[in-house]
Structures are given as C-alpha cells and as structure tokens.
C-alpha cells in the first residue's frame, strides 16, 4: 500500500510554468507505476501524464505532449509534473495516482489516489 501527497500546485499566468510533486509513503513506491490526472469543473477526470515503475518510459495525453514533463525519483519516493507553456484549460485540480500497470491512461487502473493539487492559469 502507498500513500500519495501532492503539491507545488498555484495560481500561475498563462504560459508559465509549475512543477508539481507527488511524496509518496512506503518503501514499495518503486514498484508502482505513477499517473498524473486532472479534474476541471463540470468535466470528468482525465489522464494527463504517465510513468513507468522504473521511470523509463512516459506517456502523455494529446493535449499536454511538448509542454508537460513526467519523471519520478524512486530513492526520493518522489513523482513529478512538470508543466510548461500553461494554458487557461490547463486549469483543473490534479491527482497523483499509483498504480500496478505501466502506461495505464484509465484511471481504473491506479488503486491510490492522493487528496489532488490545485491549478489556476491566468489569462
């Protein structure tokens, strides 16, 4: 079992740049794959970002490929998301995820979930 802590999130204008963190709990945070999601108002949660156990491979929604970076410290129990060139529709609450399975972009595929970020952009 792993317990996910997400922060780094804020008010940003559009086309800047923040870097979020998920701390994970556990010494098992390495053997999970790490997913980044987000959650806009009226809208349903989407896959934004992943990452491989070993932090080797990455996988991006359509929407974020070339401005978001996903990346993980396994020593440092420690996920990031790097987000760049930010725009109005960026702007969303977002959830760090773990999960057993290696590019997983449905989020039935994370059984832990951490409490969620808040991320404003202004135009």
């Known amino acids: 079992q792993v317990q996910l802590v997400e922060s780094g999130g804020g008010l940003v204008q559009a086309g800047g740049s923040l870097r979020l963190s998920c701390a994970a709990s556990?010494?098992?945070?390495?053997?999970?794959?790490l997913g980044w999601f987000r959650q806009a108002p009226g809208k349903e949660r989407e896959f934004v970002a992943a990452n491989s156990r070993r932090g080797g491979n990455t996988y991006y929604a359509d929407s974020v490929k070339g401005r978001f970076t996903v990346s993980r410290d396994n020593p440092k129990n420690t996920g990031y998301l790097q987000m760049n060139s930010l725009k109005a529709e960026d702007m969303a609450v977002y959830y760090c995820?773990?999960?057993?399975?290696?590019?997983?972009?449905?989020?039935?595929?994370?059984?832990?979930w951490g409490q969620g970020t808040q991320v404003t952009v202004s135009s």
């Open positions: 556990g010494r098992t945070f390495s053997t999970y794959a």
């Open positions: 995820a773990a999960g057993a399975y290696d590019g997983g972009r449905d989020a039935k595929y994370y059984a832990y």
